[in-house]
T-cell receptor
């Protein structure tokens, strides 16, 4: 069975600094996708970034990058130049390609950006 | 603007009173699904649909029904709501483009069943 582990319940970062949110995953399937979502206090789930298991390069989307280390089964999210608006819950998720598309989510990390 | 919309955003109802949460997407995606989010349990998939008239159960389908009569709409139906269905509900729409797989979520519906 697939599993996502986020070991940091909460993190603080100073505004304008970079921060890394950890995510490890477990699957025996060779074809999968990894996702990061942001959930602000208002509740919506905002898609940030996607990494396919066969992608050779780390995904980047603006200030977000995904540090994909396949052998370690880790998919850490790096946020550069943190902003106050980055304060939110962040969820790592995965699914299997060609599957029902069911996203398996981690428990999340609450990020607080300090001015 | 590409988006997934849900209505209502907030709903308080009583046990046994049938309700429908609507979901609509304007991206022409074939795949849509419903999730619920509960403290300590995270997000869990309720139902999904691979295309029009094709639906299937997710991990927690009990007490829910869905239909997919047209591509853009995927309503979630609670025929006899119970307090354990109090939750935050999300509709999601999935896109495959080349090697990229993306799931976009609606804004969520906060449901309270008294």
């Amino acid at each position: 069975a697939q599993k996502i582990t986020q070991t940091q319940p909460g993190m603080f970062v100073q505004e304008k600094e970079a921060v890394t949110l950890d995510c490890t995953y477990d699957t025996s399937d060779p074809s999968y996708g990894l996702f990061w979502y942001k959930q602000p206090s208002s509740g919506e789930m905002i898609f940030l970034i996607y990494q396919g298991s066969y992608d050779q390069q780390n995904a980047t989307e603006g200030r977000y990058s995904l540090n994909f280390q396949k052998a370690r089964k880790s998919a850490n999210l790096v946020i550069s130049a943190s902003q106050l608006g980055d304060s939110a819950m962040y969820f790592c998720a995965m699914n299997l390609r060609g599957s029902q598309g069911n996203l398996i989510f981690g428990k999340g990390t609450k990020l607080s950006v300090k001015p | 603007e590409a988006q997934v919309t849900q209505n209502p955003r907030y709903l308080i109802t009583v046990t046994g009173k049938k309700l429908t949460v609507t979901c609509s997407q304007n991206m022409n995606h074939e795949y849509m699904s419903w999730y619920r989010q509960d403290p300590g349990l995270g997000l869990r998939q309720i139902y999904y649909s691979m295309n029009v008239e094709v639906t299937d159960k997710g991990d927690v389908p009990e007490g829910y029904k869905v239909s997919r009569k047209e591509k853009r709409n995927f309503p979630l139906i609670l025929e006899s709501p119970s307090p354990n269905q109090t939750s935050l509900y999300f509709c999601a729409s999935r896109e495959f483009r080349g090697r990229k797989d993306t799931q976009y979520f609606g804004p969520g519906t906060r449901l309270t069943v008294l």
